[in-house]
């Protein structure tokens, strides 16, 4: 079975802060692939990374990083020099890599950045 | 350049009536995934079709709740005699194709069902 968890239901900071969003995920697959979406106020849904469990090379992108650790089983999310645009429920999700083609989702965490 | 397209945004029914949301896939998408989100949860899988064939409808409950994917037209996915519980957003998602495992499903902007 799968499973994603985001311990951090909400995590307040203020603005120009660096946060750290948490994820920890079960899958007895070998081939999987794990994703962070993000979900403004408006209420859509915004693709930000994907990531194959045979790379575990971090990424950059701007001010947002990513820290994918096999051997904990963690996707953690970073965002540097936090802006109140930043504010939003953030989910993390696996993906079998061979089978099923459902994403299983975290049960999100809302961040709340503070001018 | 449209992405995933979903309608109504919001829709307000009465217990025991039908809901029909739509999904339009992002062009040339042929997979279409139905999630729901409860208040303050995680989304939840519902199921996963292709044009004319539904592939996994393993999250979808028993009753009540159908869902298509016709070869014209939209996906559809449908409720009859909505009850209250049902109240949630009901998002839909896109892939370019199913295999490989590596696709990312690119959602819309979600229906929000109230069931007074």
Redesign the interface.
Known sequence: AQKVTQAQTEISVVEKEDVTLDCVYETRDT???L?W?KQPP??????LI?R?SFDEQNEISGRYSWNFQKSTSSFNFTITASQVVDSAVY?C?L????A?????????TRLMVKP | NAGVMQNPRHLVRRRGQEARLRCSPMKGHSHVYWYRQLPEEGLKFMVYLQKENIIDESGMPKERFSAEFPKEGPSILRIQQVVRGDSAAYFCASSPSGTGGQETQYFGPGTRLLVL
Do not use: H, P, W
Not at chain 1, 42 to 47: H, K, P
Not at chain 1, 95 to 98: F, P, Q, T, V, Y
Not at chain 1, 100 to 108: A, D, K, S, W, Y
């Open positions: 081939t999987y692939y994703f979406y408006s209420g859509e849904l915004v693709f994907r194959n989910f999700a993906k079998r890599g061979n099923g083609n459902m994403l299983t989702f975290g049960g999100g």
